[in-house]
């Protein structure tokens, strides 16, 4: 499908971030599709790095389910031509000025595109195989494009909301604590009970102790440091730390 225009149709203004997003249209997309709504959950976690409110996560949620396929495809046609009436009456009777407010913000934000017709009508155009040739409303490729960017912020805002708490750290030490006895299957260091029981954690637990014999002497355990020593010299230190 040929993009046609990159400026809004009435008197919006025209901006550097909407031109720029503009031009990202065109590059290739980081993944080929993506579950609508797992990106929308993602989005929702991340909903603080781009300022969003629940509204306008709702306004999102209504566009993507006005498509009937369930992935976001690249290459297909991933224009929303549905008017303002519909998505009103699909938001739950929302005001269309509050509509227009919250796809402003979804614009601003980046995450949709404007492609508007000569008119500011919102159509598509099939051939006669039943192809989409052109379309005019909103694109959500923008949405493939900021995938793994998305994922990125869910997957930090998660941590945070982990962290934000004493439970949610401990959460995530025990979460640590089975990879490693997984991994190593030291008994002896990891002892976890199971991944539903709970546990009294305390600091104490952490402290790994051993016997250790230690030498006080006046001698450096060093050769010729510039020389064929220096392995041997850091090894001995490494090993005394």
Request: charged share 30%; aromatic share 6%.
């Amino acid at each position: 499908m040929q993009r046609l225009t990159t400026t809004s149709f009435g008197r919006r203004q025209v901006t550097a971030a909407q031109l720029e997003a503009v031009a990202r249209l065109d590059r290739p997309a980081p993944v080929a599709s993506m579950d609508k709504w797992e990106l929308l959950t993602q989005l929702t976690a991340a909903r603080e790095s781009y300022e969003l409110s629940d509204r306008t996560l709702r306004v999102l949620a209504v566009l993507l389910g006005v498509r009937r396929e369930r992935e976001l495809i690249d290459g297909s046609s991933l224009i929303v031509y549905a008017s303002n009436a519909t998505l009103c009456e699909r938001a739950h009777g929302m005001p269309e000025s509050t509509l227009r407010r919250h796809l402003a913000a979804l614009v601003a934000c980046g995450l949709i595109a404007r492609h508007d017709s000569p008119n500011g009508k919102r159509y598509q155009r099939r051939d006669a195989s039943g192809s989409v040739v052109r379309a005019y409303g909103f694109d959500l490729r923008p949405l493939l494009l900021r995938a793994g960017e998305i994922a990125h912020h869910a997957r930090a805002a998660e941590i945070r909301a982990l962290l934000a708490d004493e439970d949610g750290r401990w959460r995530i030490v025990r979460s640590e604590l089975r990879d490693m006895k997984k991994r190593f299957a030291d008994e002896r260091r990891t002892h976890i009970e199971g991944p539903d029981a709970v546990v009294e954690y305390a600091a104490e637990d952490y402290i790994i102790k051993e016997d250790v014999y230690g030498t006080y002497t006046n001698g450096t355990p060093v050769e010729a440091y510039r020389g064929a020593g220096r392995p041997e010299a850091m090894f001995m230190l490494e090993r005394m730390m």
